[in-house]
């Protein structure tokens, strides 16, 4: 049974810092990209990062590049996103996926494998 268990979530106020974790378990990790996404109350699930399974090849959304930085350590079966200068409209629920195949995708429905959610809320 594929399990994906994000924590780190919290309040933090504008301008601080966070870092979320996705445990993963249940499948071989290291041929999976990893994606974190995120929505915010009455708005769709937005892409906000990938990384391919080799960790060698991420991609952000344009709303969160040069401030956000996902990674993973494929010994710890687990995916990090770094999250720096936050902004109030960086509040939302962050969901931790993993992908289908090995290569990055911005795309929801190239993940199978969805975790519960972290709250995240950036005070101003």
């Known amino acids: 049974q594929v399990q994906v268990i994000e924590s780190g979530g919290g309040l933090v106020q504008a301008g601080g810092s966070l870092r979320l974790s996705c445990a993963v378990s249940g499948l071989t990790f290291s041929t999976k990209a990893m994606g974190w996404f995120r929505q915010a109350p009455e708005k769709e699930r937005e892409f906000v990062a990938t990384?391919?399974?080799?960790?060698?090849?991420?991609e952000y959304a344009g709303s969160v590049k040069g401030r956000f930085t996902i990674s993973r350590d494929n010994t710890k079966n687990t995916v990090f996103l770094e999250m720096n200068s936050l902004k109030p409209e960086d509040t939302a629920v962050y969901f931790c996926?993993?992908?289908?195949?090995?290569?990055?995708?911005?795309?929801?429905?190239?993940?199978?494998?969805w975790g519960q959610g972290t709250q995240v809320t950036v005070s101003s």
């Open positions: 990384i391919s399974g080799s960790g060698r090849v991420t």
């Open positions: 996926a993993a992908g289908r195949y090995t290569g990055l995708s911005p795309w929801a429905s190239q993940y199978d494998t």
